[in-house]
């Protein structure tokens, strides 16, 4: 039973576009949330973290959660080429300190 | 750069070998998770350490085992290798206090022939 859902993609995006990525879970006593970029070859490097429903923002990237609906998306505005990475979606269970992630979305942006 | 780091940086072993991994966490974080990532999936969660105690445990077998030192540093041991065991092995620590936020190391890749 896979717990942490993400399109693998690849999604394509025009540079100075909004990039939306998004990432379904299945255990609802999760309680944190983050998204990790991973360029190829290299370790996940944290983006955002987000913890109540709603969006929070940082520079160019919102993070959105609906617990509700079990959904966490990453909006990236002003997509430019050097976002072009894999994006993983990462959930902490309550309870439990580890992280469970998704496969990761490849997202390519062209100039 | 987390502060974390992790050495080797690649690693090649034959099968039935054994491996020693290594990661000195960032200063100030007493919490160390080590992770599997195989090519093309998610990290994996091996087993996390707290205070030089194993407190949980992935879905992999005994042969991966780990130990934390008191300065917080980590090894990951992994006895009898199987091909399966390529991947990259990534070493997170966590600050403490009620964050939950974890900071990567570099990764160590290593190839099983």
């Known amino acids: 039973q896979k717990e942490v859902e993400q399109n693998s993609g690849p999604l394509s995006v025009p540079e100075g576009a909004i990039a939306s990525l998004n990432c379904t879970y299945s255990d609802r006593g999760s309680q944190s949330f983050f998204w990790y970029r991973q360029y190829s070859g290299k370790s996940p490097e944290l983006i955002m973290f987000?913890?109540?429903?709603g969006d929070k923002e940082d520079g160019r990237f919102t993070a959105q959660l609906n617990k509700a609906s079990q959904y966490v998306s990453l909006l990236i505005r002003d997509s430019q080429p050097s976002d072009s990475a894999t994006y993983l979606c990462?959930?902490?269970?309550?309870?439990?300190?580890?992280?469970?992630f998704g496969k990761g979305t490849m997202l390519l942006v062209s100039p | 750069e987390t502060g974390v780091t992790q050495s080797p940086t690649h690693l090649i072993k034959t099968r039935g070998q054994q491996v020693t991994l290594r990661c000195s966490s960032q200063?100030?974080?007493?919490?160390v998770s080590w992770y599997q990532q195989a090519l093309g999936q998610g990290p994996q969660f091996i087993f996390q350490?707290?205070?030089?105690?194993?407190?949980g445990r992935g879905n992999f077998p005994p042969r991966f085992s780990g130990l934390q030192f008191p300065n917080y540093s980590s090894e990951l041991n992994v006895n009898a290798l199987e091909l399966d065991d390529s991947a990259l092995y990534l070493c997170?620590?966590?600050?403490?206090?009620?964050?939950?936020?974890?900071?990567f190391g570099p990764g160590t890749r290593l190839l099983v022939l």
């Open positions: 990462a959930v902490n269970i309550r309870g439990y300190s580890t992280l469970t």
């Open positions: 997170a620590s966590r600050p403490q206090g009620p964050q939950e936020t974890q900071y």
């Open positions: 987000i913890y109540s429903n």
């Open positions: 350490y707290y205070r030089e105690e194993e407190n």
């Open positions: 200063s100030g974080h007493n919490t």
